[in-house]
């Protein structure tokens, strides 16, 4: 596509439900990455893919946040027995290398 | 911990007159900077961005400073318009991660 596209882009959750946030990045872009935008906050890095290696894992902040890539394409977002403080704007990014970076719009989680 | 920091949360400035935000940063290590523009509902856009070997770099109608004696960046807007009202962020990458550190960023404003 055009741009990155991510999926929903609102999602409200109980607390204690799983969620699972969709990523497409751009046709080609080799790099992913997964940012938490809480609400006045700047970016949290959470995951980096790249190609075939393994992912840099570092930024999750619980052992309750996984994310998969599927092909070296589609990105997948878990986040398994939300909590309030889960609730933030969840951006997915995509490039050919560190610089130039594309974000997508973002998924809205609240966590009700 | 990477920290960047800005000054001021949120600034105003009549149309027509340059806008400076600025930012601090805490890893002397960090060898390439970005600027990103986000608007309510959307993902940080790239603005523009510097090298460490560099002191200045000029876009259209935005010029980044980077003062590495004093850890400063700044992003100077030209002339701003209604359309540049958004959230500022600045990022910082510290040679060998893999990831931007963003900071918090500044609201700008601008009054028609």
């Known amino acids: 596509g055009a741009g990155v596209s991510q999926s929903p882009s609102n999602k409200v959750t109980e607390k204690g439900k799983d969620v699972e946030l969709r990523c497409d990045p751009i046709s080609g872009h080799t790099a992913l990455y997964w940012y938490r935008q809480s609400l006045g906050q700047g970016l949290e890095f959470l995951i980096y893919f790249q190609g075939n290696s393994a992912p840099d894992k570092s930024g999750l902040p619980s052992d309750r946040f996984s994310a998969e890539r599927t092909g070296g394409s589609v990105s997948t977002l878990t986040i398994q027995r939300t909590q309030q403080e889960d609730s933030a704007v969840y951006l997915c990014a995509s490039s050919l290398a560190l610089y130039g970076y594309t974000f997508g719009s973002g998924t809205r989680l609240t966590v009700v | 911990g990477e920290s960047v920091g800005l000054h001021l949360p949120t600034l105003s400035v009549q149309e027509g007159d340059n806008s400076i935000i600025n930012c601090a940063y805490s890893n002397s290590a960090s060898d390439y900077f970005i600027w990103y523009k986000q608007e309510s509902g959307k993902g940080p856009q790239f603005i523009i961005d510097i090298r460490s070997n560099m002191d200045k770099r000029q876009g259209q109608r935005v010029t980044v400073l980077l003062n590495k004696t004093v850890k400063h960046l700044s992003l100077q807007i030209a002339a701003t318009q209604p359309g540049d009202s958004a959230v500022y962020f600045c990022?910082?990458?510290?040679?060998?991660?893999?990831?931007?550190?963003f900071g918090t960023g500044t609201r700008l404003t601008v009054i028609p």
């Open positions: 990022a910082e990458n510290p040679s060998g991660a893999n990831n931007l550190f």
